[in-house]
């Protein structure tokens, strides 16, 4: 079939008849305006995707299911087909089916992981990569050498790792923020700190301990 042509074809499936504003709007949603005349088989990989889409969303359904739509698709594809994805998410439930975590970090505003057929994750983004039961990371790069064993015995922290001689990955415990500590032991021992940042887990290692 033409993508002109399928488009009215399943636009009849949902009893819409040749209901060319609403064709039309949804090539234009999904920029297919250039390839409306061509065949399906003719198209790339990225704008077979955009077909695929443009056929869900033919009927304007409240919720669009999406099974792994970034599969096997080239950099600037992915791009293009997420950048769709999340417009389409602005006034629709989305449920978008993934192994690839950075897909999951761009798109989702919740998460749900299932391992082995059982739900072990059902959370917002955000707090599932700030669980108050897990430990807190935070990087600091200070202005001179500075002495690991002084650092540990800080309260709450619970590992020190040397990232080069000034710069260090620290290990505390949720329960209490090490940072003023950490300012307050920097001027005590005459140094500096130049930078200071958290660190969140990444989605690849909580998944991980989730479904390991």
Known sequence: MYVLESLEFTASLYSLGKN??????????????????????????????RVGIA???????????????????DPNQIVEIRTLIKELGKNKTVIFSTHIMQEVQY???????????????????KDLQVNDDSTKIVV??????FDS?????????????????????????????I???LFNWAQQNNNAILSLKTE???LETIFQKLTS
Request: with cysteine; net charge neutral.
């Open 20 to 49: 060319k504003h609403r064709i039309a709007s949804v090539i234009d949603q999904v920029g297919l305006g250039k390839e409306q005349t061509k065949k399906i088989g003719q198209l790339s990989k990225g704008y077979r995707q």
């Open 179 to 181: 940072r003023p500590d």
């Open 107 to 125: 798109l989702c505003d919740k998460v749900v992981i299932i391992n082995k057929g059982k739900i072990v994750a059902d959370k917002t983004l």
């Open 55 to 73: 056929q869900a969303i033919i009927h304007d359904p409240e919720v669009l299911i999406l099974d792994e739509p970034l599969t096997g698709l």
């Open 149 to 177: 064993g002084s650092l540990k015995s800080l309260k709450g922290v619970i590992e020190v790792v040397f990232q080069t001689e000034n710069q260090a990955k620290i290990l505390y415990a949720p329960e209490h923020d």
């Open 140 to 145: 600091v790069e200070f202005g001179n050498i």
């Open 200 to 202: 969140e887990e990444s």
